[in-house]
């Protein structure tokens, strides 16, 4: 039979400490004080960037890290892999306004311990972190639900998709041409080299089998709006 925690007892529980990666600042600091109202956990540090993410993960040892997808620079899903290459074990929860039908998936196969959307409400932010401390996968009801139907019917997977097809940077190549930046302002931002992202575009082209540039521009376009109104 499960004892309840006294008042004394939670007081005196050690706190859980939690990185918040997230390159918006309010989004950032709002999340950061929901944490830090909780008894069980506390923010141990806040980044923007892969480069400091890495740097906290070193200095203040957290127990959860919580990564939005979209960063200056390498995306999480790119920065979730180099996390796994230096720290296996350590829980990440992916945090992100894009669609889980085309991220989720992605997430699980670069290792995450769970995907929630910024549209849930605030305190299945909570319910995720504590589930992924006790071990478990955290993903929404809809995106659990969509996973078991696929497996129940045999149908095949969405990363069959045309979207899905293309690998995590040709994806975060694909989003940054949905939001009007350049070859240039994305090789920039991705630490590539201009050829490199052309060479990328090229292989969206290909895969989703659009005819020239002005094609791949309007069909990234209208996924951006796409995924803004769902």
């Known amino acids: 039979m499960r004892t309840l925690t006294t008042p004394e007892e939670t007081s005196q529980m050690v706190r859980k400490k939690?990185?918040?990666?997230?390159?918006?600042?309010?989004?950032?600091?709002?999340l950061a004080m929901l944490i830090n109202q909780q008894q069980d956990m506390m923010v141990c540090g806040e980044a923007?960037?892969?480069?400091?993410?890495m740097q906290w993960?070193?200095?203040?040892?957290?127990?959860?890290?919580?990564?939005?997808?979209?960063l200056k620079g390498p995306d999480?899903?790119?920065?979730?892999?180099?996390?796994?290459?230096?720290?296996?074990?350590?829980?990440?929860l992916i945090l992100s306004m894009h669609d889980e039908a085309i991220y989720?998936?992605?997430?699980?196969?670069?290792?995450?311990?769970?995907?929630?959307?910024?549209?849930?409400?605030?305190?299945k932010v909570l319910v995720a972190v504590r589930r992924i401390l006790n071990g478990d996968v955290y993903l929404s009801d809809a995106m659990s639900s969509r996973m078991l139907q696929q497996y129940i019917d045999g149908a095949p997977s969405l990363l069959q998709s045309r979207i899905a097809a293309l690998s995590d940077r040709e994806l975060e190549v694909f989003r940054q041409i949905g939001e009007g930046r350049a070859t240039r302002e994305i090789a920039e931002d991705l630490r590539l080299s201009i050829k490199t992202v052309e060479t990328y575009q090229a292989h969206i082209k290909e895969k989703l089998a659009l005819r020239s540039g002005r094609e791949l521009i309007q069909h990234a376009i209208q996924w951006k709006i796409n995924e803004a109104e769902q």
Do not use: C, F, W
């Open 18 to 30: 939690v990185l918040v990666v997230d390159d918006h600042p309010i989004l950032r600091q709002g």
């Open 48 to 53: 923007e960037d892969a480069h400091t993410v």
């Open 57 to 70: 993960i070193v200095q203040k040892n957290p127990d959860i890290v919580i990564l939005d997808i979209s």
């Open 104 to 123: 989720a998936e992605r997430a699980l196969r670069a290792r995450a311990n769970g995907y929630i959307m910024k549209q849930e409400a605030t305190e």
């Open 76 to 92: 999480g899903i790119e920065l979730l892999k180099s996390i796994r290459n230096t720290h296996t074990h350590l829980p990440v």
